[in-house]
């Protein structure tokens, strides 16, 4: 993945929610984080396509 973000800010950003999931409010721990503006708009899109053309989606941007 030629786009994906660096492990380094995938991390701080795993460790920024854990730490933000402490306090009651937060509802706990997220069960996905996402990282990156393609991530948060594969996110957006997989609630909105069936599984297929999600599929079809990503095969055609991810794997040129």
Do not use: W
């Amino acid at each position: 993945m030629n786009h994906a973000p660096h492990p380094h800010l995938v991390a701080d950003e795993i460790i920024q929610a854990i730490a933000n999931s402490s306090s009651v409010e937060n509802g706990g721990t997220p069960l996905r984080v996402t990282v990156g503006k393609d991530s948060k708009e594969y996110s957006k899109q997989k609630k909105e396509l069936s599984d297929r053309d999600f599929h079809e989606l990503l095969e055609k941007k991810l794997l040129k």
